[in-house]
């Protein structure tokens, strides 16, 4: 006899419960109206965790992905609620699907060592009275297709790319609605991070700036000590000086906010970084990628689905799907790769355009933005606000169908994770 199928309120209760058992929280201060990231603090590692619950609690297959238009209707809530989670499972459950097609089981392994090259980006202090002698970029080296710069702020190794017409984009089966079209849009030149910002980097930032109120810290990175992410902070304060955790040096700065990353990029560009907190035509505003910029760093100017072309996301080319259920990680267990190795390579030679982590970008992430017109102009940038920040190229977390170059999601601009990071962008005006 087939047992009688679960209310909704009934799945919701259940979801709550789990929820609790995941995040180690009291039961009673969970219940359907709690917002996953502002009240529980959930994270992508959190939320993985608790899909991976939710499918052997309720036998269901949860997709990874927001392909699907129901799930990507559900997904996409600002906020996102445990009742939205418990919608998400009584849809599902009644599509009955198997279970074993679900990718969030189907984690992969990394055992192949990539390269690893020396690594650059800088420790210490950059005091702003010791001017540039020749200014804000040391040029290193061309290359048929870029010119290599070192940034003197943080020793960041940048390429300039050319300007160009780019495919943004995608038209291919997996891709999301919010992918589509496939469009060309005109890029300037501009010059983009070869690796994710290390946390050897961001303690160069803080110990550079000095001492500054602590909402900024909050903003950027601070977490509350009853936030069970603490115990994942990558860097740490001694006395007045911050330094990354022993053996995590070339790791990237992860558990930052836009905020944070904001601050960081303009604070590297020789920019007001107090104005972390705008965004606008009239200041600095940002010195993070644009969707576009992002796309097209990611992969070059002609649309495919990874920065390496069309071949299978194998664990030797990048770090995804690394997540184990029920894991215990400490900071330096995290399964992180050093900034400086050779994964999820570019066709400029940019490293973790693909896995590691997810990468903040400076649009605001609106799932309808490229059916917009505005998404075809010169230099396209989403300034209209929708309370969520883009973020960009999968991370160790998740499936690696979650890498694609076109892949699109955001969160809010407080957010932060263990799993994700960023990268800075600069101007070429600045070569002068």
């Not at 529980?40 to 238009?69: G, I, Q, R, W």
């Not at 198997?98 to 690893?116: C, E, G, V």
């Not at 891709?175 to 079209?181: G, K, M, N, W, Y």
């Amino acid at each position: 006899m087939t047992a009688p199928a679960l209310s909704l309120s009934e799945i919701e209760i259940r979801v709550c419960d789990i929820t609790s058992e995941v995040l180690g929280m009291p039961r009673a201060e969970i219940s359907p109206d709690s917002r996953l990231l502002e009240d529980l603090k959930c994270d992508s590692l959190d939320y993985v965790e608790l899909m991976m619950e939710l499918e052997e609690h309720f036998n269901v297959a949860l997709p990874s992905e927001t392909s699907d238009p129901v799930h990507k209707s559900i997904f996409t809530r600002q906020p996102f609620r445990i009742s939205d989670l418990a919608e998400l499972v009584y849809v599902y459950l009644k599509r009955n699907l198997p279970r074993s097609s679900q990718h969030f089981r189907q984690p992969q392994t990394n055992a192949q060592a990539a390269k690893l090259i020396p690594f650059s980006q800088l420790d210490g202090i950059w005091k702003k009275s010791s001017r540039f002698v020749s200014g804000l970029f040391e040029k290193l080296e061309t290359t048929e297709s870029v010119t290599l710069y070192r940034r003197q702020t943080d020793g960041m190794r940048c390429l300039q790319l050319p300007a160009a017409e780019v495919e943004i984009g995608s038209d291919l089966t997996e891709a999301v609605a919010d992918e589509r079209p496939l469009h060309i849009v005109e890029l300037d030149s501009f010059l983009v991070d070869a690796e994710p910002v290390s946390t050897t980097a961001y303690c160069r930032f803080l110990n550079s700036v000095g001492e500054v109120p602590d909402q900024f810290l909050t903003d950027w990175f601070m977490l509350n000590t009853d936030d069970d992410r603490d115990i994942h902070m990558l860097i740490h304060r001694n006395q007045s000086e911050w330094r990354p955790l022993p053996g995590c040096e070339t790791w990237p700065m992860i558990l930052v906010s836009w905020y944070g990353a904001n601050a960081y990029s303009l604070w590297a560009n020789d920019r007001l970084w107090t104005s972390y907190l705008d965004d606008s035509d009239e200041t600095p505003g940002s010195c993070l990628p644009t969707e576009a910029q992002w796309e097209y760093a990611a992969r070059g100017s002609k649309s495919c689905p990874f920065p390496w072309g069309e071949a299978k996301p194998e664990p030797v080319r990048l770090r995804a799907g690394l997540h184990r259920q029920k894991v215990n990680y400490r900071a330096q267990t995290l399964p992180l790769a050093p900034v400086n190795m050779q994964l999820g390579m570019s066709p400029f030679g940019l490293h973790h355009m693909a896995g590691n982590v997810w990468q903040w970008c400076r649009d605001w992430y609106d799932a309808d933005f490229y059916q917009t017109l505005e998404a075809t102009h010169q230099n396209p940038l989403n300034r209209t606000t929708t309370l969520v920040r883009s973020e960009r190229g999968g991370s160790w977390v998740g499936p690696a169908s979650l890498c694609r170059s076109s892949y699109r999601r955001g969160r809010p601009p407080l957010a932060r994770g263990r799993c994700l990071g960023f990268r800075c962008v600069s101007s070429v005006k600045d070569l002068s």
